[in-house]
């Protein structure tokens, strides 16, 4: 499709593990976000990519959380040592320029549940 | 300390009627504004935006109107249909010299009822 893909879709894990999700954004753009969405609450920005660049990480919060998008593409959002409190959607968006006011575009999110 | 608040958790209208949806912002240097839709189990989608340099933007049956001496705005959906059943989330941007992601309020769940 022509859309931010996101996968998996659903992630269980038991405290402690590591997870990794993946986000394709929509092809050719070069800015792409990481956001965490809790229950009952609006997006809250992670990082920040500019192709292969990661410019800002003010939002990642804390060290179990790393980022990377190694070719300008293909990113992925690795937790950790899960804890419960890292339980939420993760979503990624993309747009096509930085300097420019453009609307970022969203996928469908990871539902992350930590048991 | 919440920048971006959206202080209607729900908002009943009736078909056919005019939805109005507020949002209002703290930080004066927010100059990009976005509304998005959120249909249950699927990211948001971008509806309408507006840059501080204009106070009002149209597209079709939504209108985003900026009022910056209030840091006030507001999305107008007409006519209400029952597929804008959803919830709306307000989100703002500064786009000079500012973090790049979006800060967004806590959404308003808009029920369109035939």
């Known amino acids: 499709g022509a859309g931010v893909s996101q996968s998996p879709r659903y992630k269980v894990a038991k405290r402690g593990q590591d997870v990794a999700l993946r986000c394709d954004p929509i092809?050719?753009?070069?800015?792409l976000f990481w956001y965490q969405q809790a229950l009952g609450q609006g997006p809250e920005f992670l990082t920040y990519?500019?192709?292969?660049?990661?410019?800002?990480k003010s939002g990642l919060p804390s060290d179990r959380f790393f980022a990377e998008r190694p070719e300008g593409s293909v990113s992925t959002l690795k937790i950790q040592r899960t804890q419960q409190e890292d339980s939420a959607v993760y979503l990624c968006?993309?747009?096509?320029?930085?300097?420019?006011?453009?609307?970022?575009?969203f996928g469908d999110g990871t539902r992350l549940s930590i048991l | 300390d919440q920048q971006v608040k959206q202080n209607s958790p729900s908002l009943s209208v009736q078909e056919g009627r005019i939805s109005i949806l507020n949002c209002d912002y703290t930080?004066?240097?927010?100059?990009?504004f976005l509304w998005y839709k959120k249909y249950p189990a699927e990211g948001p989608t971008f509806l309408i935006s507006?840059?501080?340099?204009?106070d009002k933007n149209e597209d079709g049956r939504f209108t985003v109107f900026l009022n910056k001496s209030a840091k006030h705005l507001s999305l107008h959906i007409v006519p209400s249909q029952p597929g804008d059943s959803a919830v709306y989330f307000c989100?703002?941007?500064?786009?000079?010299?500012?973090?790049?992601?979006?800060?967004f309020g806590k959404g308003t769940h808009l029920i369109i009822q035939p």
């Open positions: 092809s050719g753009h070069v800015s």
């Open positions: 989100a703002a941007r500064r786009t000079r010299g500012g973090a790049d992601g979006l800060t």
């Open positions: 990519f500019q192709n292969e660049a990661q410019l800002d």
């Open positions: 507006i840059s501080s340099i204009k």
């Open positions: 968006a993309s747009s096509s320029d930085r300097g420019v006011n453009q609307p970022q575009h």
């Open positions: 930080n004066s240097m927010f100059d990009y």
